[in-house]
């Protein structure tokens, strides 16, 4: 007869460990790419709307709707340099 032959408890409690460790991972990485996403496509947009007219105000104005919006409360309108750039 053969031996019967599986996973021990100690693989089982790994195993499960792994999927515990990349869910616990995941859970705290996948919110700061979506925000990461949520900013550039704010500055994106900031930026076909604006023209060379537009005020430093009315800027800070168009990024703070777009955060209220978009619930980013981790960031301020003051985080963000506005004005013309050269280059």
């Not at 408890?9 to 460790?21: N, P, Q, S, Y």
């Not at 616990?24 to 500055?43: A, H, M, N, Q």
């Amino acid at each position: 007869m053969r031996k019967q032959q599986g996973a021990t408890f100690l693989t089982w409690v790994a195993g499960v460990g792994l999927v515990i460790f990349a869910f616990i991972t995941g859970v705290k990485l996948v919110p700061l790419y979506l925000e990461f996403y949520s900013v550039r496509s704010l500055v994106d947009r900031v930026a076909q709307e604006s023209s060379s007219k537009t005020s430093v105000q009315q800027i800070r104005r168009k990024v703070d709707d777009y955060m209220n919006v978009n619930s980013l409360n981790s960031l301020a309108s003051s985080d963000f340099k506005a004005g013309a750039s050269r280059g």
